[in-house]
């Protein structure tokens, strides 16, 4: 009796255990999730949501399935971001810096020199500052789930060798479509002229612009060496991505449904970011092979930088809100301590 009584107590727990803990593939209904992005299937943007697919599909026993659309055949990152808020598409990965426009405070990622290394920009990013300008998207209807490492980003041009800040004097650079960018690379006396990315490899190409930046992965997957000759070394700054969701779409899911969109997230940022690490590490090499011609900056050089980028600070606060300004750099100045 004694032993009948314990038995069946142990089984009504284990049942108990299996539908509070462990989602079951009855809890899942099919899905379709289109998730956009704006590189090549071939980059480090298309290997992480194809790992975030598969840890999706696995963690649904198939009911959920995810398409990665790469190449911006679903748009540019704003035009995917428009297509999040109304619904037509369930999830994208872009640059946080595409959305300045919609929320003012992911601003505060594009100031130049904020981070001075991934490990700063990790600490922060997942802490709660990053959290906190992350959760301003859910009032835009866009609900953001993890940041990716995107990189720090460094100049390259079709002109000449960037020695010293006036060599930009007469370049036409493009930069992301938002004001930080676009103050950044006046302050330094370039043409600065804001492009989507999907346009541009033809604007390069045809030279309507005579250079951009971008981290060494990117312009190694979208063959921008292929149509730029030099590159300077300069990490101006460090840029995310930002993996985000349809909030339409995202308020018809079930909790255990969110749990294993946010679950793999995680998994996809850890794995996305040491794979752009690995392969930045041996980028330069490879661009260099390709004809790249690489040269840094002299230490004189880099100040002079420097000091002409941190004259953008004072509108950047004014943009992003006092509060985010001193809230985030304390956060750095706090992780770099550390
Ligand atoms: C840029 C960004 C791009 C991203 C990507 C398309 O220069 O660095 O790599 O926006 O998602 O626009």
Known sequence: MRIKFTLCALAVAAVASTTAGLAQAQDFKPRIVRFGFGLV???????????????????????????????????????????LIG?????????????????????????????????????????AEGDKVKAKLEAKGM?????WENGFRNLTNSKRPVTKVEDLNDVKLRVMQNNVFLDSFKALGANAVPLPFSELFTALE??????????????????FYEVQKYLTVTNHVYS???????????????????????????KSRDFERQDTREEAA?????????????????????????DKLTSVNANIAKSVGQSTWDDVNAAVQKARAA
């Open 41 to 83: 299937d071939d980059s480090n943007q298309g290997r992480a949501v194809r790992m975030f697919a598969k840890e999706v599909e696995k963690a649904t026993g198939g009911k959920m399935k995810v398409r990665a659309i790469g190449n911006a055949s679903l748009g540019s990152d704003t035009q995917m971001q428009q297509a």
């Open 143 to 147: 609900v953001g789930l993890v940041y």
């Open 282 to 306: 041996k980028a330069l090499a490879d661009l260099k092979a390709k004809g790249m011609q690489v040269n840094e900056l002299a230490p004189a050089e880099v100040t002079r930088m420097r």
């Open 87 to 127: 619904g037509a598409q369930e999830m994208m990965v872009g640059s946080t810096a595409t959305l300045v426009g919609l929320v003012p405070e992911m601003g505060i990622w594009d100031t130049p020199f904020l981070f001075s290394s991934a490990k700063e920009a990790d600490t922060v990013l997942d802490g």
């Open 206 to 223: 045809t030279r309507a612009v005579d250079g951009q930046e971008n981290p060494y992965n990117t312009v190694l997957s979208s063959k």
């Open 240 to 266: 995310p991505w930002i993996v985000t969701v349809s909030k339409k779409w995202w308020d018809q899911l079930t909790p255990a449904e969110k749990k294993v969109l946010q679950d793999a997230a995680v």
